[in-house]
């Protein structure tokens, strides 16, 4: 692969990387909870992006190339920093999830009017109450609205996971949320 | 496409997520959507489907990067290219 002259890795880097920095910003802190740590997420994943530009293929997709570099950072270097004791891991919670892949969390009908006004305080705090598997592929999909592929390729799983994931998590965030409902006194089952 | 017997089965639901994913082809999705076109029970999960994952994207919470973050970033790339 031929080497880029200067101008050229800066021009990549500023048209093609920093435009996606907000969204890195927001995964990056929905992952660690933290702006410290979020802020040196970025600015690593940056880093390495520039360092690698070389290796970055000119006019394919910056945004899910940003993201796995920054999700391999985490991983590798953030995750245990961030790791909270009251967080359950992804590969503890499966084990006693695996058989669930059909369940059904009932009704939960965001359509009515009273869901309109639950404040995105609660949805992110139910979010971020995921375990961070399931939390990263929620982000993936309906925060930045990444495909199936994308997701499958920046996390490094099959696609069939990706989608039982994301009905895992779903079906995890509707049971938070009934809750949450409930405890307010809204009716959310359907009679 | 088999019609679902209901809005609870699983191959039901596993379109359901495809197809509010964006991830149906064209022929898949109109194939699903006229298997449960008689089917109230199904369009309305459809519905609710569609609108849990709007509330998601439209109520969660978005963070953005600080200025101060960016001009360090660049900074440090200037000097890692020195």
Redesign the interface.
């Known amino acids: 692969m031929a080497k880029l002259n200067?101008q050229d890795?800066?021009r990549i880097?500023n048209s093609e990387f920093?435009p996606h920095?907000?969204a890195?910003?927001?995964f990056a802190?929905?992952l660690t909870y933290r702006e410290d740590m979020?802020?040196d997420l970025?600015?690593d994943t940056?880093?390495k992006a520039?360092?690698f530009v070389d290796s970055y293929q000119l006019g394919t997709n910056a945004k899910a190339w940003l993201f796995r570099i920054l999700k391999n950072s985490f991983i590798n270097d953030y995750r245990k920093k961030s790791k909270q004791p009251n967080k359950v891991d992804f590969e503890d919670f499966i084990t006693y999830q695996d058989s669930d892949?059909?369940s059904?969390v009932g009704?939960?009908?965001?359509?009515q009017e009273i869901?309109q006004d639950?404040?995105?305080?609660e949805?992110?705090k139910a979010?971020n109450d995921l375990p961070v598997d399931f939390r990263t592929v929620?982000l993936l999909?309906?925060?930045e609205?990444f495909?199936?592929e994308e997701i499958s390729k920046i996390v490094d799983i099959p696609i069939g996971t990706v989608?039982s994931r994301?009905?895992r998590a779903?079906n995890l965030?509707?049971e938070k949320l009934k809750g949450y409902a409930q405890a307010m006194g809204y009716k959310t089952e359907k009679s | 496409m088999e019609a679902p017997h209901n809005a609870d089965c699983p191959k039901f639901l596993n379109n359901v997520t495809r197809l509010i994913d964006g991830t149906m082809s064209n022929e898949e999705e109109q194939a699903f959507l006229a298997s449960i076109n008689e089917n109230c029970e199904c369009l309305e999960k459809l519905e609710i489907e569609q609108h849990f994952k709007q509330f998601l994207a439209s109520k969660m919470e978005r963070k953005c990067c600080s200025e101060k973050l960016l001009h360090s970033i660049k900074e440090q790339c200037v000097d890692d290219a020195d």
């Open positions: 200067s890795r800066e880097f920093l920095a907000d890195l910003y927001n802190f929905h979020a802020e970025v600015q940056f880093l520039f360092r892949e059909a059904h009704h939960l009908d965001l359509r869901f639950m404040m995105g305080d949805i992110t979010i929620i999909c309906d925060v609205g495909t199936y989608r994301l009905h779903r965030l509707k």
